[in-house]
Each structure stands twice: as C-alpha cells, then as structure tokens.
C-alpha cells in the first residue's frame, strides 16, 4: 500500500511538473513570437518537411478512410434509410471527424516522434546548451518554427486529406454499393455547410499546435541519454494522441451544440 501511495504521489509531482513546464515553454514561445518571421528559412524548412513530405502517407490513410467510412455507412443504411443520403453521411463524417482527428493522429505519430528525437538529442548532446552560449534563443531556433508549421501545415493536409476521402468514398460507393456518382455528389452538395469545414479545418489548427509544441517540450526536457531520447518520443506520441482526442470532444461541444 506504501509503495502504491508513494507511485500515486511521484505520478502527481511529475504531471504538476510538467503542466508547470508547459506553461513556462508556452509563455517564452509568446514572448518570441513576434519574431516568427524573422527566420523564414527555418519556417519554410518545417513546413516542407511537416507538410509536403507528410503528403503520400495521408493520402493512403485517407483513400482507405473514405473507403471504410462509405461501406459502413451503406452497411448501416440498408434497409433503413435510402442511399441518396450516402454521400452526405459520408462527407459529413470525414469533412468534421475523420479526416482532421485521423491525420493528427497520423502526423504525432510520424511528425510529432520526429520533433521529440530530433530535439532530445540535441538536448543529451548540449547542442541546445552551445546555442544559449552563443547567445541564440532555442525557442525562437528550434521551437517556434515547428509550431508555426504545425498551425499551418495541419489544416492543409486535413483539406488533401477531405478530397481524397470523399473520393476514395465515391469509388467504393459506385463499385460496390451500385450508387451512381451524381447520387452520391448530390447527397454530399445537398448538405455542405462552409461550418463544417471551418470547424473541421480549426480543429487541424489545434491539433498541430498540440502535436509540436508537445513534441518540442518533451525533446527540450529530454534527459538520460539514448534511452531518455527513446522515452522522451513515446510520451511526445501518446501524450499528444491523447490530448487530440480530448481537444476534439471540446472543440465539438463548442461548434456544435445541440
């Protein structure tokens, strides 16, 4: 029981810690940030690599959402609701849920370890050490850039992520469920809402600052050497799925009230 307790208590100390590093990485990030384009190397160099190098693993995850969703959708309606309204449930699925909340989470996994190990390296090496020597600040270096990225970069891909779903959806539907492609157009156009996209495009906003700032964090407070480097990437991932998916449930709640 004491050794229960006192696990219980250092698991306390070290979310309070945490929290408290948070915010304190979070108001130096504010104080830099008026400078955010005074490096555009560096922001153009993330956003290549968060962005466009991201690229052909989101269009794979993304065809095969569609695809899923569309079969799901017409297994569920059969019988019960007619397939004209396929392409709505459909589009409205990826355009608010799946495609933003499946490619965060495929970007922390790919994106976000990559920000851990990269930094926590540099950290159990002191190569962020040698950059405060010199006098450059490693939260306008290393930390702003990626999180501007993220903001930016997120949302882009959630759009890709949109087209090629709803496409992947429409070719399951007229091969397979027999529903011509103006049907399940129409059910898609018939009830799009600019409210949609604006909320599922705001969530990808949210999800990318998460997944970078929280990668930049655990890699700045990266220590223990390769091992350290190895935890210090599995928390940056799990410990960014986790807040994306409860970010999720409040920026829904938000948007879309009953």
């Excluded at 956003?47 to 693993?57: A, E, I, R």
């Excluded at 157009?185 to 969530?203: E, I, P, Q, R």
Aim: net charge positive; proline share 3%.
């Amino acid at each position: 029981m004491a050794i229960f307790i006192r696990g219980l208590g250092r698991a306390a100390l070290d979310f309070f810690a945490d929290v408290g590093g948070l915010f304190l990485l979070g108001m130096r990030l504010l104080r830099v940030l008026p400078r955010v384009f005074g490096s555009p190397r560096l922001l153009t160099t993330q956003m290549l690599y968060m962005g466009v190098n991201s690229l052909p693993l989101i269009v794979l995850v993304s065809v095969f959402t569609g695809s899923v969703a569309a079969w799901q959708a017409a297994y569920q309606f059969e019988g019960f609701v007619p397939m004209r309204y396929l392409g709505t449930a459909v589009g409205k699925a990826i355009i608010i849920e799946l495609a933003p909340v499946l490619t965060a989470l495929v970007v922390a996994g790919r994106v976000g370890a990559s920000i851990a190990a990269e930094l926590g390296t540099m950290r159990v090496t002191e190569q962020i050490d040698a950059l405060e020597v010199m006098a450059i600040d490693p939260v306008r270096y290393l930390v702003l850039p990626r999180v501007i990225s993220g903001i930016i970069m997120l949302p882009i891909l959630v759009i890709f992520a949109d087209l090629v779903a709803i496409l992947g959806a429409l070719a399951v539907a007229v091969n397979m469920v027999n529903v011509s492609s103006e049907t399940f157009l129409n059910g898609v156009k018939a009830f799009f809402y600019v409210s949609d996209m604006v909320a599922g495009l705001t969530k990808a906003a949210i999800f990318g600052f998460i997944i970078s700032f929280i990668g930049c964090y655990q890699g700045f407070t990266t220590s223990g050497g390769a091992a350290g480097v190895g935890q210090s990437t599995m928390r940056a991932v799990v410990v960014s799925a986790v807040l994306i998916l409860i970010s999720d449930f409040i920026v829904a709640t938000l948007m879309f009230r009953l």
